[in-house]
């Protein structure tokens, strides 16, 4: 009796593989997905484009992807209602971009004073960031997972040296996020420009500085044409990442398989985008300076205690939004805390006494 049912499960499992191929092709799906980087930018816009590629080829072909960078199918603030409204199917973009439709996007990239890449994404992974991401997605009618990461961002480019507070005061300034609006509270003029457009802006002077991302990237954009004072470690961006943001009914219509195919590409792009960015800033800092006479600078404790002040404000405007704007930043700030306060007793206390043994500041 157990041998006959074997047969009969056998002979069903022939049937079922002579099935499979013309299944598979039947389920295959083209994706488009939009992009708020240039096409072949160095950094972002590279990795937005091995993504894509590397879903594809993940999935062996069964979600096909057609990737258009900023302004070949869309213009690059425009991709959130072209994949909110089902035109596409994603976006690769930084959330923070969104704050005018809810500022409590801006968590889901970076915050001023906030969590660095390796922060977050303990945050985001296993203490209740992305159900938080989730959350605010999905009342736009959006699903993102995160893509890519920068690490410390460089505080920005200007075309004269900020010594104090009052030195910021007047200036023009590109700058998105709550990073702009505490910029704002110190005097600046902020501005909030796709990457393709910042240079043209710096050069005419339109704007009298601009951040961006930090020496790989920034190295190809030639601000130093414009701009000769570039300062390190920014308040504005620590870290956090980038995301690859779908269309929830889209996401939803997807199987098992097919999801795990996405969050698998997604996941290797956003540790090998931090990492190509941490292998290549040194070299190209050295680039900027030696090449193209850029002067390096950092932020006083005077500008540094400015922004903090500036900061809080942010950060209670920001949750007198809303309730759901409260309760992300109830969860980022505490787990800012928790996890914050543990790395500086480890990976800070090393890093400080290596670099200051081994004489590398």
Same mark, same amino acid.
């Given at each position: ?24 092709? +039947? ?305 980022? +700030? ?28």
């Amino acid at each position: 009796m157990h041998r006959r049912k074997f047969l009969k499960g056998a002979a069903l499992g022939a049937g079922a593989t002579a099935l499979a191929a013309p299944a598979i092709a +039947q389920q295959r799906k083209t994706m488009t997905i939009v992009s708020t980087w240039p096409r072949d930018f160095p950094g972002l816009g590279i990795s937005a484009q091995r993504l894509a590629a590397r879903i594809t080829e993940l999935s062996e072909g069964r979600l096909t992807t057609e990737y258009f960078a900023a302004g070949e199918r869309v213009g690059a603030f425009d991709s959130f209602d072209e994949v909110a409204s089902g035109n596409s199917q994603a976006y690769i973009a930084a959330d923070y971009y969104w704050v005018g439709k809810h500022p409590g996007f801006a968590y889901f990239t970076s915050v001023p004073f906030g969590m660095t890449t390796v922060e977050w994404n303990a945050w985001i992974k296993f203490k209740g960031g992305q159900e938080l991401w989730d959350e605010i997605s999905g009342e736009f009618g959006l699903k993102a997972l995160p893509c890519g990461a920068t690490g410390t961002q460089a505080g920005g480019w200007f075309n004269k040296e900020i010594e104090s507070p009052e030195d910021l005061k007047g200036l023009k300034m590109r700058i998105p996020g709550l990073g702009g609006n505490v910029m704002s509270k110190l005097g600046v003029s902020t501005v909030s420009l796709p990457g393709g457009q910042i240079y043209e802006n710096l050069v005419s002077g339109a704007i009298d500085a601009t951040e961006w991302v930090g020496p790989y990237n920034d190295y190809f954009m030639k601000f130093y044409e414009a701009a000769k004072y570039y300062y390190t470690a920014g308040m504005h961006e620590p870290g956090g990442g980038l995301a690859f943001g779908m269309n929830k009914s889209w996401w939803e219509s997807l199987s098992d398989w097919e999801k795990a195919v996405i969050e698998a590409a997604c996941m290797e792009e956003h540790a090998a985008a931090y990492e190509e960015n941490m292998a290549n800033n040194g070299e190209y800092m050295a680039k900027l300076v030696n090449d193209h006479g850029v002067e390096i600078r950092n932020f006083n404790d005077d500008i540094w205690d400015a922004f903090g002040e500036a900061a809080a404000e942010v950060f209670e405007e920001t949750r007198a939004h809303s309730a759901l704007a409260a309760k992300i930043d109830d969860s980022f +700030q505490k787990n800012l805390r928790e996890i914050g306060g543990t790395m500086a007793l480890f990976e800070t206390t090393f890093v400080n006494q290596r670099n200051r043994v081994l004489g590398l500041v």
